[in-house]
């Protein structure tokens, strides 16, 4: 079993800047990708920004240029650093881990991000 345990959220003004954490515990195994979701109240969950165990990234065109993925595959941790926050950035983020070797897929808790206007 996996744990994820996401750390970070809290309440910003739009134009500031946040860094997200999580942690991975368990038998984790690789290769495989973490990342970040989103879900804003009232719309569905969305992906942010993802990195395979091997450094690859993706990020939806909404945070391309604002927020930056990052990986310590020592310490199981992913990182996400959010510059120029929006309103719309609003949401409870979630940290994510597949597993390509048995195809399994877990979720943190959660933690909330709100950028003030």
């Known amino acids: 079993q996996v744990q994820l345990v996401e750390s970070g959220g809290g309440l910003v003004q739009a134009g500031g800047s946040l860094r997200l954490s999580c942690a991975a515990s368990g038998s984790i195994g690789r290769p495989n990708v973490m990342g970040w979701y989103r879900q804003a109240p009232g719309k569905q969950r969305e992906l942010v920004a993802t990195?395979?165990?091997?450094?690859?990234?993706n990020s939806a065109d909404s945070v391309k240029d604002r927020f930056t993925i990052s990986r310590d595959n020592a310490k199981n941790t992913v990182a996400l650093q959010m510059n120029s926050l929006k309103p719309e950035d609003t949401a409870v983020y979630y940290c994510n881990l597949v597993s390509w070797l048995n195809g399994g897929e877990y979720w943190g808790k959660g933690t909330l991000v709100t950028v003030s206007s």
């Open positions: 990195i395979t165990s091997g450094g690859s990234r």
